[in-house]
């Protein structure tokens, strides 16, 4: 069974920085390519962060500069570090992983964990 549980969520202020991490487990975690998403009420969840089992990065330009994703394959966790918090960060963010067996492409959700950015 397939489970990404999120923690680190909270409020945070302007400025200020908070981490999230996720648990992977029940995926072979070192070539799933990991994501944080995340998603504001009545709008499209949104890409965050990607990083691939060679750990390249992407990231969405609001973010670009103060969002770091990190993994660590020993311990099937990847994190996001988030700086220079601002309000618009306020958001659900959720953990994605992407599997590629074979020919078979499994996509994987977390729970979501809050974060609000109070200014």
């Known amino acids: 069974q397939v489970q990404l549980v999120e923690s680190g969520g909270g409020l945070g202020q302007a400025g200020g920085s908070l981490r999230l991490s996720c648990a992977a487990s029940?995926?072979?975690?070192?070539?799933?390519?990991m994501a944080w998403y995340r998603q504001v009420p009545g709008k499209q969840r949104e890409m965050v962060a990607v990083?691939?089992?060679?750990?390249?990065?992407n990231y969405v330009d609001s973010v670009k500069g103060r969002f770091a994703i990190t993994r660590d394959n020993a311990m099937n966790t990847v994190s996001l570090q988030m700086s220079s918090l601002k309000p618009e960060d306020t958001a659900v963010y959720y953990c994605?992983?992407?599997?590629?067996?074979?020919?078979?492409?499994?996509?994987?959700w977390g729970q979501g964990t809050q974060v609000t950015v109070t200014s």
């Open positions: 994605n992983a992407v599997v590629r067996e074979n020919s078979t492409v499994s996509t994987y």
């Open positions: 029940g995926i072979t975690f070192s070539r799933s390519n």
């Open positions: 990083i691939s089992p060679a750990a390249i990065t």
